[in-house]
């Protein structure tokens, strides 16, 4: 069973205006204290997609775990730590079969049907979201609130991620619900050396 940090930081390209400035956030991540990192890109060419995965692995080293968002691909091409997938993207076992058994592989779900059917699957950990409202996904399932982490609790032993709208105001109440760690965009943004230290200070 892999050991999941409290804050997992997601990574989304289309927050940035530049390759130079996401280099930089997440130089500040990992000063910050993170060590889990999702490099999401969910409508770059595949070929600046990969260049940036590169540099991450470059930057980020063995300092930090690498997942890349739904690409399996481009997770072996870049050296990557693991996969994350959701559920319109290929299947838990068909990535599983790709990059192997020691890479990491995470399933995002969204109601408990899912989260079962997923937890089944040889997948590393499962997410359960959106938690609260979030702007940072288009098409965003509907929220499940911390009674969706409560029940996601108790319907799997795999580590539990929630994640959509958790902030360093609401985190702990999502930890205490249950998850054993959150995962973050638009909090992180801005200030993410300072706010990662914020999470891990709240969730400690
Ligand atoms: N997946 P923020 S919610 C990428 O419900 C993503 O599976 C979700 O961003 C899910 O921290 C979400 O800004 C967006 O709310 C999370």
New binding site residues.
Partial sequence: MISVPRLYA?VDAAFFSSTAALMIFVDELVAGGCTLLQY?NKNGNARVMLEQARELKRRVGRTAKLIMNDRADVCLAAGFDGVHVGQEDLSPESVRRIVGPARWLGV?T?NAEQLQEDDRTSADYL?I??VFS?S??EK??PVVGLDGVRRARRLTRKPLVA????TRANAASVIEAGADSVA????LIGEPRKSAEEFFRILR
């Fill in positions: 997601i999401r995002s969204h997410a979201g959106p979030t940072s996904k965003a399932d994640i959509g709208g958790i973050v965009i638009s909090d």
